[in-house]
């Protein structure tokens, strides 16, 4: 991704980029090259809610250093009501309907602020400046604490009338599967995402050298350890599967996914593409490519500064 250093504000348009995550906030000031400069992050608290915003308003202070910006985007884990500016992350369980924009607002007076999925603003970032560029039409999936994802069709962003379109973690594919921290039985997110994979190979006789994360286990996977290679082909599978499904309903022809799972590399990859290639039967589906994430854990960031700086291809 274009980075580029500012000690000072510029002429040109700047905005500050906020990313919300489960594991991870993190700010940053963008225009219209791209993000400046590194971004401040801290991990998310696990406390109530007013712990979580503490935070949050730490690092937004880091980011603007008393500088002035024309507008803030926000990407965040949800679901959240758009209408209501209001956030219900299934992994922060300190906010629910927690009005964030109202809150951010406080923060930074007189300023515009533009809430979306976290999901959705990795699509935006991925297609705006990375591997989604020069591709009209293509799903962009977040695979970390949670499973994100989000739309991209005919260049524009899918919103959705509550900015929760393209949600992929939350598509059911294991009818008899494990409770999801959403509540439903089987989602993507319940067996591919980084906490779910650490407990179906607790449960099955991992032993872990060190905490049971994704972290460890793409460790153990490498080492040879059966059970942790298992958590993968799972993974795999279920990520196919739900891409194979918005494919079928959007007509997608490209895949990106990103996220801390996703740093496995082929560990996930090889799974999901002979899955695929299982699932996509149809000729419409057979286009369907699979590639990695370019701007890694930025590209949430990016997007929110898209949905300030483009507005017209991003913007609910």
């Excluded at 999925?117 to 009209?136: F, I, K, P, S, T």
């Excluded at 350890?225 to 997608?252: K, N, P, S, W, Y």
């Excluded at 369907?288 to 483009?310: K, M, R, S, W, Y």
């Amino acid at each position: 991704m274009r980075m580029r250093h500012a000690d000072h504000p510029t002429s040109e348009q700047l905005v500050l980029a906020v990313d919300i995550g489960g594991t991870k906030l993190a700010a940053c000031l963008a225009g219209p090259d791209g993000l400046i400069g590194e971004p401040v992050s801290t991990p998310t608290p696990k406390g109530d809610g007013e712990e979580v915003f503490a935070a949050l308003a730490g690092i937004i202070g880091k980011a603007l250093d008393g500088r002035r910006v024309d507008g803030i985007g926000i990407g965040a884990a949800g679901p959240l009501e758009l209408k209501s500016g209001t956030l219900s992350p299934v992994n922060i369980s300190g906010w629910r309907s927690f009005p964030i924009v109202e809150r951010v607002s406080d923060l930074v007076p007189n300023v515009p602020v533009v809430l979306a999925g976290d999901g959705n603003c990795a699509a935006a970032g991925e297609h705006w400046l990375g591997a989604g560029r020069g591709h009209d039409d293509l799903l962009v999936l977040v695979v970390s604490t949670g499973v994100g994802g989000g739309l991209i069709i005919g260049g524009r962003l899918m919103h959705g009338p509550t900015a929760n379109a393209g949600h992929l973690g939350h598509v059911v594919v294991d009818l008899h599967g494990d409770r999801c921290p959403c509540g439903g039985i089987g989602c993507v997110e319940s067996i591919a995402s980084g906490p779910s994979m650490a407990k179906w190979a607790l449960r099955n006789g991992w032993r872990p050298d060190g905490p049971p994360t994704a972290i460890t286990l793409d460790i153990a996977a490498r080492g040879g350890d059966r059970i942790a290679m298992q958590a993968f082909e799972r993974a795999g599978q279920a990520i196919a599967a739900g891409i194979v499904t918005a494919a079928a309903l959007c007509d997608v022809d490209r895949a990106i996914i990103g996220g801390g799972v996703a740093r496995a590399g082929d560990l996930l990859f090889d799974p999901v593409r002979r899955y695929l290639r299982d699932y996509a039967k149809l000729e419409f589906l057979q286009r369907l490519n699979v590639v990695p994430a370019e701007l890694g854990t930025n590209a949430g960031l990016a997007g929110a500064a898209a949905l300030v700086l483009e507005p017209g291809r991003y913007a609910p």
